[in-house]
Nanobody, 120 residues
Framework: QVQLVESGGDLVQPGGSLRLSCAAS????????MGWYRQAPGKQRELVATITSDSRTTYADSVKGRFTISRDNAKKSVFLQMNSLKPEDTAVYSC??????????????WGKGTLVTVSP
């Protein structure tokens, strides 16, 4: 009954910026840590960034200084601001979260992803 839906993926040029959004819906009581993964063609899934319920953040070394993760608890959303994009950032980006519902506690959920393509 919980769904995470990403949006904002697009084709952008190197050096450009893009903002990804992910909204959670359903019978949600509380959202704990949220994050973003990405998977490029032929590569393994990679953790890009995480943000805790009190807004503590972590980033993969490959995106530090370029990407910023944030959240809006009222909107049950997590965002990923991506600046200075590089071709190697091309991937399907998916959001994830640990969520309490009426029937379960601290269950991991993730969305289907949104495609980001960085190309000249």
């Amino acid at each position: 009954q919980v769904q995470l839906v990403e949006s904002g993926g697009d084709l952008v040029q190197p050096g450009g910026s893009l903002r990804l959004s992910c909204a959670a819906s359903g019978s949600i009581l509380r959202i704990y840590t949220m994050g973003w993964y990405r998977q490029a063609p032929g590569k393994q899934r990679e953790l890009v960034a995480t943000i805790t319920s009190d807004s503590r953040t972590t980033y993969a070394d490959s995106v530090k200084g370029r990407f910023t993760i944030s959240r809006d608890n009222a909107k049950k959303s997590v965002f990923l601001q991506m600046n200075s994009l590089k071709p190697e950032d091309t991937a399907v980006y998916s959001c994830n979260a640990y969520i309490d519902t009426i029937v379960e506690t601290y269950i991991y959920y993730w969305g289907k992803g949104t495609l980001v393509t960085v190309s000249p």
